[in-house]
């Protein structure tokens, strides 16, 4: 089944303590992205990838940092979390970049909490 | 960086009544995407339009594009249950150096049975 799987799912952490959200697609897609939700701001792009080793900032990066190592994993980091980046993340991917019109495939999210 | 506007904001009707859900911006874009998206889940594509004035039909859903290629509308007639969710469009920002997506702050629907 073609998917778009993030883990963890849920995960309630502390201040400043490292932590890394998987994201891994099994649709060999070339553009991978992360977002953030939050009511009343709504999605917001953190990073992307247009393919391996290739990213770049969407509007919302600080505090983010992403790799491409392998085309399927799209790993996003948050070196020392803050409570400002409490928040529902989702990855997504497509065969090609946005401005091809390729549907987004995304993941099921991932709920932060950082106290 | 163009923004996308969408009215209204949440939206309650009973089953069996019309809507329609806008998505507006001062800027022109290259083509605009509509996605669903359902408690714990990710957005899910419902439909791309490309060609101003161009019209799809989704079973009960029907999306425009407009003229200037600067908003679009998401009808649904005789809404259901099963219709319940937060509407999202979204267009590419070509602000940036590659051109990405950016959406609108979305719509959220309920329809009471």
């Known amino acids: 089944e073609a998917q778009v799987t993030q883990n963890p799912r849920y995960l309630i952490t502390v201040t400043g303590k490292k932590l890394t959200v998987t994201c891994s697609q099994n649709m060999n897609h070339e553009y991978m992205s992360w977002y953030r939700q939050d009511p009343g701001l709504g999605l917001r792009q953190i990073y992307y990838?247009?393919?391996?080793?290739?990213?770049d900032k969407g509007d919302v990066p600080e505090g983010y940092k992403v790799s491409r190592k392998e085309k399927r994993n799209f790993p996003l980091i948050l070196e020392s979390p803050s409570p400002n980046q409490t928040s529902l993340y989702f990855c997504?991917?497509?065969?090609?970049?946005?401005?091809?019109?390729?549907?987004?495939?995304f993941g099921d999210g991932t709920r932060l909490s950082i106290l | 960086t163009q923004l996308l506007e969408q009215s209204p904001q949440f939206l309650s009707i009973q089953e069996g009544e019309n809507l329609t859900v806008y998505c507006n911006s001062s800027s022109v874009f290259s083509s605009l995407q509509w996605y669903r998206q359902e408690p714990g889940e990710g957005p899910v594509l419902l439909v791309t339009v490309v060609t101003g004035g161009e019209v799809k039909k989704l079973k009960r859903l029907t999306f425009q594009f407009g003229d200037a290629r600067k908003d679009s509308s998401l009808h649904i007639t005789a809404a259901q249950p099963g219709d319940t969710g937060l509407y999202l469009c979204a267009g590419v920002n070509y602000g940036g150096s590659q051109g990405n997506l950016i959406f609108g702050k979305g719509t959220k629907l309920s329809v009471k049975p």
């Open positions: 997504a991917s497509s065969l090609r970049p946005a401005y091809s019109n390729q549907p987004q495939h």
């Open positions: 990838s247009m393919n391996v080793e290739v990213t």
